[in-house]
């Protein structure tokens, strides 16, 4: 798992936490197929301090990889999303 954002390097859009699940990935500000093969992108949307609608996009492989553990996931459950000033927003 990836567990650092680099603060000053724009190609990372910030970092998801779901920690029913151990999932930790810094998110990648921009989305390809070369980039899904490394760590979740930002599909749609704007910052994650901003009010509005984001997606973020992984590959959902059979293991632990990505979000390959989505399903186990339960209505509550929380999901973080860490912007690159280090602020932590619930979902």
């Not at 567990?3 to 724009?10: A, G, H, I, L, P």
């Not at 910030?14 to 151990?22: D, L, Q, R, T």
């Not at 999932?23 to 994650?48: A, M, R």
Request: proline share 1%.
């Amino acid at each position: 798992m990836q567990k650092n954002v680099e603060k000053n390097d724009n190609i990372y859009f910030g970092k998801i936490i779901i920690e029913k699940i151990s999932l930790e990935y810094s998110i990648f500000n921009k989305c390809n197929d070369e980039l899904l093969k490394i760590s979740p992108c930002k599909f749609y949307g704007g910052n994650i301090e901003e009010k509005g609608n984001i997606c973020i996009a992984a590959h959902n492989y059979n293991d632990s990889r990505f979000f390959g553990k989505i399903d186990k996931l339960e209505i509550k459950d929380i999901i973080k999303l860490i912007d690159l000033k280090n602020n932590s927003y619930e979902y």
